[in-house]
């Protein structure tokens, strides 16, 4: 079930709902999603959560504004450059990416940092900077670390990073970004300085108190050893913890304490849930986009990215004189974000985009929980692995799942850098919570530090189609939705539902994701996914029944007119996913009849490889096809969102 949108939906509409999960993370999220909850009572104990974690550490979250005098205005963002010791002279060598902090879209002016003093200097053109206005040295744009080089500034010598670093590493604060609630109104423009000494005393005295605090909750587990987590340890990144400041340590561990000391189990749950969320934004992997100029989370890209500039959110949160949450990161921002979830919940709507508008349109008799009208109705979760449940015959009037995209994204990997503190918080009686790590052999995702290749993917993947199956009422579907830009994991998934018995009666292509998701824009990756709906019998349509290349196009482009009459202009990433469902599904027909689900792995891969190939190469297919532009100029698809929404029900990075 993943992060839960099968059952979700499933259970919207007023299905009985069964879902399971090898990762605990999942279970608990979707438990989080359909569980009920006293919105109100939560709000109130979360209010007081917030006070009582800000008469402790606020001060640390406060500066001196210098362009009016304002004191202990709050802050919004750090800014924390990475520091290396030159390999020649022993001097601190900043790595310097570039020196703009922040374009003049979202803010008047280009703001920069002198190269020389570190002084911040707002301009106007785009080229010839001109000097610091403090020390005279010239504004550049580009800084001296490029492709693991950076020249050290008091020597010249060519230092190399990361290498293989022995521990994490160093960071200078170098920039801040306040709100100024008194001075907003009638000031253009964000407001931005150079750390003074009372903010650089503000840290230290942070990390003094830090120091002097005995952990409970902060993990003191090992980043183990993976495709993902393999960045981190060149880095120098061995433990969790060191992937976290001191002041962001101190603010979350007094936040797992105040969780932990909260009566109603409910509740407390919903509060561990937010703290999972909360440590997205308060680590020192975030970076700031210098366009839209705020935080971005740890996940806006599904890996472990470690860029040169890192951003310290203000881990309270801060709320202007409308009651509207300023920035992002912070605990207050995070409860109105669960609380907005929960209504939904209780009174789901869509949205339709309306030009420039986006109307809500609520839909009636659509609830999203295990209780409906105050009665319960069934929604269970299992953090087990669906290959081995147990189901009885002609039992399932349907099965929905979103399978992992072979090695497209390593959840376990990214799972546990929440899991390791939310495990501390749920105890290890939360079912799945007995585990050191959300890491399973049973996970099906290709993984090369763990041996898991191609035959395992198919092999596990058919396991849970054959079982599926066997409980499904006849003529019930199995309905899945898949995309990767690599033809043998379409192999896999074909393999695994002529292995289950199922015939493919209808790939549908769907966009799928946000062209704007930040890890995919301007990569001309696929946000189409093809939806397979499977059945032991039925019938299809006659015109998708393909037997030449010719055949093949025609139907591929007949879809790419759909997709535009809905705003979508197809890349050709999206294209050739669009060619490998049609091709997946009509090997599945072709192979149907004969299949041998007995031969070894290897064999079977091979053929249905055959069998997607007759036609020839499915990237010159794909090319042979033809996109048309959008009819109109709806967003709904648009590649280049200028905004990006949060999913209403994630509070982990899946």
Same mark, same amino acid.
């Given at each position: 079930?993943?992060?839960?949108?099968?059952?979700?939906?499933?259970?919207?509409?007023?299905?009985?709902?069964?879902?399971?999960?090898?990762?605990?993370?999942?279970?608990?999220?979707?438990?989080?999603?359909?569980?009920?909850?006293?919105?109100?009572?939560? $709000?109130?104990?979360?209010?007081?959560?917030? @006070?009582?974690?800000?008469?402790?550490?606020?001060?640390?979250?406060?500066?001196?504004? %210098?362009?009016?005098?304002?004191?202990?205005? %709050?802050?919004?963002?750090?800014?924390?450059?990475?520091? #290396?010791?030159?390999?020649?002279?022993?001097?601190?060598?900043?790595?310097?990416?570039?020196?703009?902090? &922040?374009?003049?879209?979202?803010?008047?002016?280009?703001?920069?940092?002198?190269?020389?003093?570190?002084?911040?200097?707002?301009?106007?053109?785009?080229?010839?900077?001109?000097?610091?206005?403090?020390?005279?040295?010239?504004?550049? $744009?580009? @800084?001296?670390?490029?492709?693991?080089?950076?020249?050290?500034?008091?020597?010249?010598?060519?230092?190399?990073?990361?290498?293989?670093?022995?521990?994490?590493?160093?960071?200078?604060?170098?920039?801040?970004?306040?709100?100024?609630?008194?001075? =907003?109104?009638?000031?253009?423009?964000?407001?931005?300085? =150079?750390?003074?000494?009372?903010?650089?005393?503000?840290?230290?005295?942070?990390?003094?108190?830090?120091?002097?605090?005995?952990?409970?909750?902060?993990?003191?587990?090992?980043?183990?050893?993976?495709?993902?987590?393999?960045?981190?340890?060149?880095?120098?990144?061995?433990?969790?913890?060191?992937?976290?400041? %001191?002041? $962001?340590?101190?603010?979350?561990?007094?936040?797992?304490?105040?969780?932990?000391?909260?009566?109603?189990?409910?509740?407390?749950?919903? #509060?561990?849930?937010? #703290?999972?969320? #909360?440590?997205?934004?308060?680590?020192?992997?975030?970076?700031?986009?210098?366009? &839209?100029? =705020?935080?971005?989370?740890?996940?806006?890209?599904?890996?472990?990215?470690?860029?040169?500039?890192?951003?310290?959110?203000?881990?309270?949160?801060?709320?202007? @004189?409308?009651?509207?949450?300023?920035?992002?990161?912070?605990?207050?921002?995070?409860?109105?974000?669960?609380?907005?979830?929960?209504?939904?919940?209780?009174?789901?709507?869509?949205?339709?985009?309306?030009?420039?508008?986006?109307?809500?349109?609520?839909?009636?008799?659509?609830?999203?929980?295990?209780?409906?009208?105050?009665?319960?109705?069934?929604?269970?979760?299992?953090?087990?692995?669906?290959?081995?449940?147990?189901?009885?015959?002609?039992?399932?009037?349907?099965?929905?799942?979103?399978?992992?995209?072979?090695?497209?994204?390593?959840?376990?990997?990214?799972?546990?850098?929440?899991?390791?503190?939310?495990?501390?918080?749920?105890?290890?009686?939360?079912?799945?919570?007995?585990?050191?790590?959300?890491?399973?052999?049973?996970?099906?995702?290709?993984?090369?530090?763990?041996?898991?290749?191609?035959?395992?993917?198919?092999?596990?993947?058919?396991?849970?189609?054959?079982?599926?199956?066997?409980?499904?009422?006849?003529?019930?579907?199995?309905?899945?939705?898949?995309?990767?830009?690599?033809?043998?994991?379409?192999?896999?998934?074909?393999?695994?539902?002529?292995?289950?018995?199922?015939?493919?009666? &209808?790939?549908? %292509?769907?966009?799928?994701?946000?062209?704007?998701?930040?890890?995919?824009? @301007?990569?001309?990756?696929?946000?189409?996914?093809?939806?397979?709906?499977?059945?032991?019998?039925?019938?299809?349509? =006659?015109?998708?029944?393909?037997?030449?290349?010719?055949?093949?196009?025609?139907?591929?482009?007949?879809?790419?007119?759909?997709?535009?009459?809905?705003?979508?202009?197809?890349?050709?990433?999206?294209?050739?996913?669009?060619?490998?469902?049609?091709?997946?599904?009509?090997?599945?027909?072709?192979?149907?009849?004969?299949?041998?689900?007995?031969?070894?792995?290897?064999?079977?891969?091979?053929?249905?490889?055959?069998?997607?190939?007759?036609?020839?190469?499915?990237?010159?297919?794909?090319?042979?096809?033809?996109?048309?532009?959008?009819?109109?100029?709806?967003?709904?698809?648009? $590649?280049?969102?200028?905004?990006?929404?949060?999913?209403?029900?994630?509070?982990?990075?899946?």
């Amino acid at each position: 079930m993943g992060g839960g949108t099968p059952i979700i939906e499933a259970n919207r509409v007023g299905c009985d709902v069964e879902g399971f999960d090898v990762n605990p993370m999942s279970a608990w999220i979707v438990r989080e999603v359909v569980g009920h909850l006293d919105i109100e009572a939560y $709000q109130e104990a979360a209010h007081d959560l917030v @006070g009582a974690l800000r008469s402790e550490i606020d001060r640390y979250y406060r500066t001196t504004c %210098p362009l009016y005098g304002d004191v202990d205005v %709050p802050v919004k963002s750090f800014l924390w450059i990475k520091v #290396l010791e030159c390999e020649a002279c022993g001097q601190p060598v900043d790595l310097f990416p570039g020196y703009l902090l &922040a374009e003049n879209r979202r803010h008047p002016l280009h703001v920069l940092i002198c190269p020389g003093c570190g002084e911040l200097n707002e301009v106007e053109r785009h080229e010839n900077f001109g000097g610091c206005t403090a020390c005279g040295t010239t504004l550049l $744009q580009r @800084g001296p670390a490029h492709r693991g080089r950076c020249d050290c500034p008091h020597c010249g010598h060519a230092n190399a990073y990361p290498g293989e670093a022995a521990r994490p590493p160093a960071h200078r604060l170098v920039a801040i970004e306040y709100y100024n609630p008194q001075r =907003k109104a009638g000031h253009k423009g964000r407001f931005f300085k =150079k750390p003074d000494a009372e903010d650089l005393a503000r840290v230290a005295s942070a990390t003094e108190r830090w120091r002097r605090t005995s952990a409970r909750f902060v993990p003191e587990e090992r980043i183990p050893d993976g495709d993902e987590t393999a960045r981190l340890h060149r880095w120098g990144y061995s433990h969790y913890r060191e992937m976290f400041n %001191p002041r $962001q340590l101190l603010g979350l561990e007094l936040s797992c304490r105040l969780i932990a000391d909260t009566k109603d189990e409910r509740i407390r749950r919903a #509060l561990a849930t937010n #703290l999972s969320d #909360l440590l997205r934004y308060q680590n020192m992997l975030c970076r700031y986009d210098a366009t &839209a100029l =705020k935080a971005l989370d740890i996940f806006s890209v599904h890996g472990f990215p470690v860029s040169l500039v890192q951003c310290e959110s203000n881990i309270l949160g801060i709320v202007n @004189g409308a009651g509207t949450n300023v920035g992002s990161g912070g605990w207050m921002n995070i409860v109105d974000k669960y609380v907005r979830a929960k209504r939904y919940c209780e009174t789901p709507y869509e949205v339709r985009d309306a030009h420039s508008r986006r109307i809500r349109v609520p839909i009636e008799g659509e609830r999203i929980g295990e209780r409906l009208n105050g009665a319960l109705r069934r929604a269970v979760v299992h953090c087990t692995d669906a290959a081995e449940v147990e189901l009885a015959a002609d039992s399932l009037d349907a099965v929905f799942t979103d399978p992992p995209y072979f090695g497209n994204v390593q959840y376990a990997e990214l799972m546990d850098f929440c899991y390791v503190w939310l495990r501390r918080l749920a105890g290890e009686n939360a079912d799945g919570f007995d585990r050191p790590s959300t890491r399973s052999p049973a996970e099906l995702t290709g993984n090369f530090s763990q041996s898991r290749g191609l035959e395992q993917f198919a092999e596990g993947l058919s396991k849970v189609y054959v079982r599926m199956a066997r409980a499904l009422k006849p003529g019930a579907p199995l309905v899945f939705t898949y995309h990767h830009n690599k033809l043998d994991a379409y192999c896999a998934v074909g393999v695994a539902i002529l292995d289950s018995g199922l015939a493919c009666s &209808a790939s549908l %292509p769907c966009p799928a994701e946000m062209g704007g998701s930040i890890h995919i824009h @301007g990569t001309g990756s696929s946000i189409v996914d093809t939806v397979f709906v499977c059945r032991d019998a039925g019938e299809t349509d =006659k015109a998708w029944l393909f037997d030449s290349r010719e055949r093949l196009i025609e139907t591929v482009n007949a879809d790419l007119e759909k997709l535009s009459a809905a705003g979508r202009r197809a890349t050709h990433g999206d294209i050739r996913c669009i060619v490998f469902g049609h091709l997946t599904r009509m090997a599945v027909w072709n192979l149907r009849s004969t299949w041998d689900g007995a031969l070894p792995t290897t064999e079977k891969l091979a053929e249905f490889r055959r069998r997607m190939t007759e036609f020839g190469d499915p990237d010159e297919i794909a090319r042979s096809t033809t996109a048309p532009d959008p009819g109109g100029d709806s967003p709904l698809f648009s $590649q280049n969102a200028d905004t990006l929404e949060e999913g209403i029900y994630c509070a982990v990075p899946f």
